[in-house]
């Protein structure tokens, strides 16, 4: 079965830095997703990733997937304490019952002020 | 509009007691899924219902019981719930099952 390892598991920053968070994949990725938590509360949507070497932005984050598709990588520049939450990678994976999303154990950010 | 939205925000029930969730989307969707979250933990997925009929089962224990009355809804019938079912339940649809997904912002749930 497909697992998904995202490093750090948590990461503390200053205001104003930028920062990765990196998610591997042990089988080729074939819809990448990325997704914010705030603890307690539903997943927003950030971005999702298809094709080898795409390379997506929105605002101040950006997120890669490389040329092989089995690793992809969130970037934030100049960190803001709005950005702090959970970030989790999710990516298509299949079954003999169809079709599911399956998730990254999440990347803890703090933003200190 | 990409809301999903769900009813409770907040449930405590006890052992014996029954309750439903309710997850509701109007952004014609046709697939729809309940996740399990427990804390600092990825959900986990429990349900998929594609087009009304459910698809997915994870080999979740018969006290979830999930029902799809129409494209916009979906509910989760709790019976005889045990503590460790205390977690947050997620919602989320999408358009078909191999699209993006739409989460709501979940039920807490704790079994006393």
């Known amino acids: 079965s497909q697992e998904l390892e995202q490093s750090p598991q948590s990461l503390i920053v200053q205001e104003g830095k930028n920062l990765t968070i990196n998610c591997t994949s042990s089988?080729?990725?074939?819809?990448l997703y990325w997704y914010k938590q705030k603890y307690g509360e539903g997943l927003i949507f950030l971005m999702m990733l298809q094709k080898g070497g795409e390379e997506k932005s929105h605002e101040k984050i950006t997120a890669k997937l490389d040329e092989k598709k089995q690793q992809s990588s969130l970037h934030i520049t100049a960190s803001q304490p709005s950005h702090a939450g959970i970030y989790l990678c999710g990516a298509d994976s299949w079954n003999n019952q169809g079709g599911k999303l399956i998730f990254g154990q999440g990347t803890e950010l703090s933003v200190k002020p | 509009d990409t809301e999903v939205t769900q009813t409770p925000k907040h449930l405590v029930m006890g052992m014996t007691n029954k309750k439903s969730l309710k997850c509701e989307q109007h952004m014609g969707h046709r697939a729809m899924y309940w996740y399990k979250q427990k804390a600092k933990k990825p959900p986990e997925l429990m349900f998929v219902?594609?087009?009304?009929?459910?698809?997915i089962n994870e080999s979740v224990p018969s006290r979830f019981s999930p029902e799809c009355p129409n494209s916009s809804l979906l509910n989760l019938h709790l019976h005889a719930l045990q503590p460790e079912d205390s977690a947050l339940y997620l919602c989320?649809?999408?358009?078909?099952?191999?699209?993006?997904?739409?989460f709501g912002p979940g039920t807490r749930l704790t079994v006393l």
């Open positions: 089988k080729t990725l074939y819809g």
């Open positions: 989320a649809s999408s358009q078909g099952t191999i699209d993006t997904q739409y």
């Open positions: 219902y594609s087009y009304e009929k459910l698809s």
